[in-house]
């Protein structure tokens, strides 16, 4: 039998036992503040304590219904506060329950029992302890999530708002210096009411899995950027996991900026500038490329480059380079000329280039191309290339020699700068003999010493003259040369038209022949022509002579023969004038007045006032114009002095500036009878006047003042 000694020994034993205990639960509580033994440790201690010593005072009262029944509390206590204690504990407890048992009732024969149900007790201690652990690495796994997360994190009531739990980071994003002190309700920082009731609202009723939405919460730190995203934690509750995209949206807003200024860069690029994805699609484009191919942006984003805006035959063989730089067969196409092909469908000629864009494993990513529109540009290439062609075509086939050289040079050693075939044919030189030497060397030696005198003449004016060029075999041709200097690339040179003149000098000279045969001709037609009127007034002199000198009749063929005479006069001064078409009329009107004083008035004392213009009428003005002389002059001779032993008879013929001739002839007679009485008689001379007046397309007037004058305007040829 036991002694109560034994019973304290044992006591003591089971308390010491309790004491380890303790000290593993505060282990395990990972109190690194110091040694603290919190609410739940005391109470746990106490009820062991109590456990064992109501189970120690039943089995000494005999009582074994309550075994191990009271140790249950404690251990389960234990083992959801620490599981490893509990464990500890349970296992303690199921032999401290056996030891018990043994040492108070030694003699029972219930100790399998009581084994079994000290089993239990540790068995049922070890599966508290491990369920206690498993959610408490749950607990910690999930408030670790919570206290750690970059995200706020929020248990509410949505109806209300009222915020039941919320991390660190919730409080810090919004109003760090209160925290939980300062935002009690969600309505504090959603300022926003509409969004925040629809956002519930969905919440509630159209997806209570889970809702999204982007807001703006305000706090301390200012208006923040949010994503709030949101589940239903239970009937009563959600639970809101906001993240601050503030910086993420700035950042975006500023590379939107930056990507917007970058476009605007681009968009007033002179240059289609063009980025084209590995799969060959276009990626980007700016406003020049848009406005070639007469889309708008986002029709040709997407697109298929080749497919879409390159022409056949192009298309392929294109697609293949970008295809061999992709598969890294071939090196980089940095420039090339290609069209493409707008909406309009008339193809432009671009000039691209192009930078192959790569990752850093160096495959091939993108390709960044510039093109610049040079359709124009070709074109007007094109035309000036057939515009060469054909000046060169005309330069080359025209009948004309036609070189170029320096005007500055030293003329005797100056070259060609260009000379056409012709040249080269006709100087008997090649092209390369020909822009060897210039054209001091092909001046005919009889002429070289007047060349620089030519030349000079040439720096004033352009100028035409006739010269003599030497072949390469030494014969010599003369030449007519048109020379024009001018500024060609900023030098001055002299352009030669040169013509053969050859064939020219050959009918000129065979005209000259024939033209002074024919002057021989014609001298004698008007010498035969003078001869036969003078005979004629001659024979008319003779007539008169018949009848009388007093007789009409006598006097009538005086006149007809003064008439002939003054054509005759005409015929003679062509003879002897240089110009067998015209007369001098200086000599012509002196020669016929003197002829007239000596046959009407050789015994009176005439005055002549003679003021005669130069002028060489033809012969058809110098014939009637001789013929109305000689009408006016006898007339004045016969009758303007009668009574009367002098007088005066006045000629001017002036040539005014308009090339007309006017033809004054008066005297200071008695003058004309008055012009009815003139009409009356109708005499042979006034009809004649008039008559030639018409032939010469002429106009007369006649003055009465101090006598008579007429006034006859006429054109010095006939017309």
């Known amino acids: 039998m036991f002694t109560n000694r034994d019973y304290f020994r ?6 010491t036992n309790i004491h380890y205990m303790k000290e593993s639960l505060v282990t395990d509580s990972d109190l690194s503040s110091g040694y603290r033994i919190d609410f739940w440790t005391v109470a746990i201690i106490l009820i062991s304590v109590i456990s064992i010593a109501l189970t120690i005072y039943g089995l000494m009262e005999g009582i074994t219904g309550i075994q191990p029944h009271l140790f249950y509390l404690p251990v389960i206590m234990l083992a959801y506060r620490c599981p490893k204690a509990g464990t500890v504990l349970a296992i303690l407890m199921g032999i401290l329950n056996i030891v018990l048992f043994w040492i108070f009732m030694p003699e029972a024969d219930e100790l399998s029992l009581i084994t079994i149900k000290s089993l239990v007790l540790v068995g049922v201690g070890i599966i508290t302890a491990l369920l206690s652990a498993e959610l408490t690495n749950k607990k910690e796994r999930y408030e670790g999530i919570f206290s750690t997360s970059r995200s706020g994190i929020v248990l509410l009531n949505p109806e209300t708002g009222e915020i039941s739990e919320a991390n660190r980071h919730f409080y810090s994003m919004l109003d760090p210096e209160e925290g939980e002190k300062g935002i009690k309700n969600i309505k504090q920082v959603w300022k926003d009411e509409e969004a925040r009731k629809a956002f ?16 703006y919460l305000t706090g301390k730190n200012g208006n923040r950027n949010v994503v709030i995203s949101a589940g239903k934690f239970s009937d009563a509750e959600a639970i809101l996991t906001i993240s601050d995209v503030t910086r993420l949206r700035t950042a975006e807003k500023e590379r939107e900026e930056e990507r917007e200024k970058a476009q605007n860069y681009l968009d007033v690029a002179a240059v289609i500038l063009l980025v084209i994805s590995r799969d060959l699609k276009v990626t980007m484009i700016n406003r020049k490329g848009s406005e070639l191919l007469g889309y708008p942006e986002k029709e040709i984003l997407g697109k298929d480059w ?19 730089i992709i598969r890294g067969e071939r090196e980089n196409l940095k420039h090339w000329e290609r069209y493409v092909r707008p909406r309009n469908g008339k193809l432009r000629l671009i000039r691209w280039q192009m930078v192959v864009l790569r990752n850093t494993d160096g495959a091939v990513t993108e390709f960044l191309c510039s093109g610049e529109d040079i359709t124009e540009e070709r074109l007007a290439e ?13 330069f080359n086939n025209t009948n004309d020699i036609i070189f ?59 100028h035409t003259f006739e010269w003599a060029v030497q072949r390469k075999d030494g014969t010599v041709f003369p030449v007519e040369i048109g020379a024009h200097i001018f500024v060609l690339n900023g030098m001055k040179v002299i352009l030669c038209v040169v013509r053969n003149i050859t064939e020219r000098k050959r009918y000129e000279q065979e005209l000259r022949d024939s033209l002074d045969e024919k002057e021989v001709l014609l001298r004698e037609v008007h010498h035969r022509v003078k001869n036969n009127l003078q005979v004629i007034c001659s024979l008319l002199g003779l007539q008169a002579a018949e009848f009388g000198e007093a007789s009409e009749v006598a006097w009538s063929l005086h006149e007809i023969e003064n008439r002939i005479r003054s054509m005759a006069l005409v015929h003679e001064h062509l003879y002897r004038s240089d110009n067998l078409t015209q007369i001098d009329a200086e000599s012509y009107i002196s020669d016929l007045t003197s002829e007239l004083l000596s ?6 004392d005439i005055s002549l006032d003679l003021k005669i213009d130069k002028c060489s009428p033809d012969i058809d003005i110098a014939v009637p114009c001789g013929m109305i002389l000689n009408e006016i002059i006898s007339n004045s001779l ?42 009356k008689k109708e005499t042979l001379g006034i009809t004649l006047i008039e008559t030639l007046v018409d032939q010469m397309d002429a106009t007369l007037e006649i003055s009465r003042e101090g006598g008579t004058t007429y006034f006859l305007v006429f054109s010095g040829t006939q017309r």
């Open 638 to 679: 016969k009758h303007a002095f009668e009574g009367r032993k002098k007088g005066s008879i006045r000629i001017h013929l002036i040539k005014e500036d308009s090339g007309l001739c006017r033809l004054e002839v008066g005297d200071d007679g008695i003058g004309l009878p008055p012009e009815s009485e003139l009409r």
């Open 200 to 215: 519930f609202y969905r919440l509630e009723r159209e997806n209570p899995q889970r809702c999204l939405e982007e807001a």
């Open 382 to 394: 094109l035309a000036l290339e057939q515009s060469e062609n054909k000046y060169r075509e005309l």
């Open 306 to 324: 080749f497919e879409e805006f390159t022409p056949e035959p192009d298309k392929e063989k294109v697609k293949e380079l970008f295809t061999a």
């Open 10 to 15: 044992g006591f003591i034993s089971v308390v």
């Open 404 to 462: 170029l050289y320096e005007a500055t040079a030293d003329p005797e050693l100056t070259k060609f700068l260009e000379v056409n075939d012709v040249a080269c044919t006709s100087l008997q030189y090649t092209r390369d003999e020909m822009m060897q030497i210039g054209p001091y060397n092909i001046t005919a030696p009889d002429y070289r010493s007047s060349f620089s005198e030519i030349r000079r003449d040439l720096f004033s004016e352009s």
């Open 599 to 604: 046959s009407y008035a050789p015994l009176t």
